[in-house]
């Protein structure tokens, strides 16, 4: 448990700080009460978790031959396809993940205008979380994790690796995201992911 514990905290906390939920979490912290948007976003991510480790729990009851050769596909896929997008970034080009996310909000805003009650605001933060979530890379490597890995320790692991970035996302991720450099974090992103596709085929073999 501790390993899939560990496994889901590292991959969560590296591949979110500076992604697109990040920067969401960040801008509508500048708009209202940090402490309700955290709730709000804790709480997407939290849902977005623990549907990611029932389809990854679905998915381990396939043959687990079949279940390792698309683990291993998956991590290595996403590993090569990250580290090729940090190879095309300039160090000093703008983030694209805050662009869309700012463009998120201002659409958001037209739509819900008046979400402006303390219940309103956490539904407005939990709505824009769990929609840019959906699809993202992070779930699927926690599907990925929660196929092979102990389910609650995948689960407890990534909770609190969302829980530390939409905190640092509501305290200071404005501040902090200009001093992040997006190709850096993105790279890292790639050669963790990489590492995981090499550990499952140690695993498997």
């Known amino acids: 448990m501790l390993t899939a514990f560990t496994a889901g905290l590292l991959l969560i906390t590296v591949s979110e700080l500076g992604d697109k939920t990040f920067f969401i979490a960040a801008i509508l912290a500048m708009r209202h009460s940090r402490r309700l948007v955290f709730v709000g976003a804790i709480a997407a991510l939290a849902a977005m978790t623990v549907l990611s480790v029932l389809v990854g729990q679905a998915a381990s009851l396939l043959p687990k031959q079949y279940v390792s050769y698309a683990e291993i596909a998956l991590f290595v896929g996403f590993g090569l396809k990250l580290l090729y997008d940090a190879s095309k970034m300039s160090a000093k080009a703008e983030c694209e993940e805050a662009e869309e996310a700012l463009a998120a909000v201002k659409e958001a805003e037209l739509k819900m205008p008046c979400y402006r009650s303390n219940f309103g605001i956490v539904l407005k933060a939990f709505m824009m979380t769990f929609v840019a979530e959906w699809g993202d890379r992070t ?50 992103g790639g050669l963790l992911f990489l590492i995981f596709g090499v550990l499952a085929w140690v695993e498997g073999h």
């Open 139 to 188: 779930q699927f490597a926690t599907i990925t994790l929660a196929a092979s890995y102990n389910p609650a320790g995948v689960t407890a692991g990534a909770i609190l690796g969302h829980g530390i970035c939409a905190a640092i996302a509501v305290i200071g991720g404005r501040l902090i995201a200009k001093r992040i450099s997006e190709r850096t974090m993105t790279a890292l």
